[in-house]
């Protein structure tokens, strides 16, 4: 696969200090990311522009055509990719397969039925008759996180540039290799030149980039933080913006569910990606009558696992993505025992070079808890336990966060009743990890952001919906 170096580039703002790569596994420094001055910005933004005003003109199904060259393109290339994910971000070789295999089904899904719900619709009202179009907005910033380097990304691009949009990704700067690689990726499948271009830009570049005036919206995948920030900025700008903002899902264990399989469940969702994940069972609100066998299990499945070179596939948990990230969760699982949460297993870094943390199980108070207010991300869970249906609903929806849930329960209509009537979320699930899916829309609320991605109306949310009254 080649290198299109020129289209993935960094810029720190003023006052911003270098940015460092250091190597996940071994903590070996991989040196600095390129930069890119002010003027290039400028020109790569500019061809993104002239290639939205060849694209919109092509129709829908001409547009799926590409994306399923694209889609026929990873065969050749899936390993190279997946190797590039666990080189930068430290992610699990067969992990980083799986974000591949994630964006070829986006791509069936996407030449299947995206022309269909890109069409236009005619509606008729006595004698009166209009047609309403989904049509393109222009250039769009996504700004991207380092967890799924692939897939996030991917999932956001292809559906705009569907839409007839184009798109400048300013990909997390911990990857730069995977930005390079997915800009090559697309424009080797014949796509226009610069309908994909990398802008790698620090904060307070970013925040111009935003205003720019042929930049027409933002979708934004990170912390609450910088997430407020993006919003802001889109906001003033009187741009649409996207926000998927991370989550502190809670997964309730009613009295009869099967144990044994809802604790696999948890330990594979929640020790996936290391627990980098806006997705997974960071709350596990447990039946009293379950709690101790439910906790003991988990204490002896997250005890069990092997962390090693990510390459390797005997290896079972891998790095974090960042020394600074593990030191920082630390810091958060402190705060909880503070709090008065007991930590039943794990609550300390590995040792060695690597940015390992041990899978840790918190037994918490619940309400109040960092681990109810903040998002743990790594491999952390709590557990509390709960006596009757409305206590499991209030704990669950007692975080700031609204992105996803999961019920295990024998009774599978009290569960829907529960996910639907009750809990303030995004995405749920029963008696199976939630997850996305091409063909349904994903987000959340709350301070998980707003806005969605995938599905008829993600593929919808970056189009002008143009009413035009017809004779």
């Known amino acids: 696969m080649k290198r299109a170096t020129q289209e993935c580039v960094v810029f720190n703002g003023p006052g911003e200090a270098p940015l460092r790569l250091v190597d996940p596994y071994s903590g070996e420094d991989r040196g600095s990311p390129p930069i890119m001055a002010p003027a290039e910005i400028e020109q790569a933004i500019q061809r993104a522009h002239a290639a939205f005003r060849m694209w919109r003109t092509i129709p829908a199904g001409?547009?799926?055509?590409?994306?399923?060259?694209?889609?026929?393109?990873?065969?050749?290339?899936?390993?190279e990719l997946a190797s590039l994910v666990t080189a930068e971000m430290g992610k699990l070789y067969h992990e980083a397969l799986g974000e591949v295999e994630s964006v070829r089904r986006l791509c069936s899904w996407l030449c299947r039925e995206g022309p269909r719900a890109l069409a236009s619709e005619r509606v008729t009202d006595g004698e009166r008759r209009f047609e309403v179009s989904p049509c393109p907005l222009g250039v769009v910033l996504i700004i991207m996180p380092w967890n799924f380097p692939l897939w996030q990304v991917l999932r956001t691009a292809l559906p705009l540039m569907l839409a007839g949009n184009a798109v400048v990704l300013k990909h997390a700067p911990n990857v730069p290799e995977c930005a390079r690689s997915l800009v090559s990726l697309v424009t080797e499948a014949a796509f226009p030149p610069g309908l994909l271009t990398n802008v790698f830009a620090g904060n307070e570049s970013t925040t111009r980039l935003i205003g720019h005036p042929l930049i027409a919206g933002v979708s934004f995948t990170?912390?609450?933080?910088?997430?407020?920030?993006?919003?802001?900025a889109a906001g003033a700008a009187l741009k649409k913006s996207v926000l998927e903002l991370g989550g502190n899902d809670a997964w309730i264990l009613m009295d009869g569910c099967l144990v044994e399989e809802a604790v696999r469940e948890i330990t594979d969702a929640r020790l996936r990606n290391c627990g980098q994940s806006c997705l997974g069972p960071k709350r596990i609100i447990a039946h009293r009558t379950i709690y101790a066998e439910v906790r003991d299990r988990l204490v002896e499945a997250f005890a069990t696992?092997?962390?090693?070179?990510?390459?390797?596939?005997?290896?079972?948990?891998?790095p974090m993505a960042k020394h600074a990230l593990r030191d920082g969760l630390h810091t958060k699982v402190q705060?909880?025992?503070?709090?008065?949460?007991?930590?039943?297993?794990?609550?300390?870094?590995?040792?060695?070079?690597?940015?390992?943390?041990?899978?840790?199980?918190l037994e918490s108070k619940g309400f109040g808890s960092p681990a109810w207010t903040e998002e743990l991300f790594g491999p952390v869970?709590?557990?509390?336990?709960?006596?009757?249906?409305?206590?499991?609903?209030?704990?669950?929806?007692?975080?700031?966060?609204?992105?996803?849930?999961?019920?295990?329960?024998?009774?599978?209509?009290?569960?829907?009743?529960?996910?639907?009537?009750?809990?303030?979320?995004?995405?749920g699930a029963i008696n199976h990890r939630a997850g996305s899916h091409p063909a349904v829309p994903f987000g959340g609320t709350g301070e998980s952001g707003y806005g969605?991605?995938?599905?008829?109306?993600?593929l919808r949310e970056f189009t002008l919906i143009k009413t035009i009254r017809l004779r």
Do not use: W
């Open 62 to 79: 001409e547009r799926a055509h590409l994306i399923n060259v694209l889609r026929g393109r990873l065969d050749g290339v899936e390993r």
């Open 222 to 232: 990170g912390g609450r933080a910088a997430g407020s920030r993006v919003g802001a």
């Open 305 to 318: 696992r092997k962390a090693g070179p990510p390459m390797d596939p005997s290896t079972r948990l891998a």
């Open 335 to 361: 705060a909880c025992r503070h709090f008065g949460d007991r930590v039943a297993t794990g609550g300390e870094a590995l040792p060695g070079p690597g940015a390992f943390y041990a899978p840790t199980l």
């Open 381 to 427: 869970t709590a557990i509390v336990p709960f006596d009757s249906v409305a206590e499991a609903a209030d704990l669950a929806n007692a975080t700031p966060f609204g992105l996803g849930g999961v019920i295990f329960d024998a009774d599978h209509e009290r569960a829907e009743r529960l996910l639907r009537d009750q809990l303030n979320i995004g995405v």
């Open 452 to 458: 969605r991605e995938m599905g008829v109306i993600g």
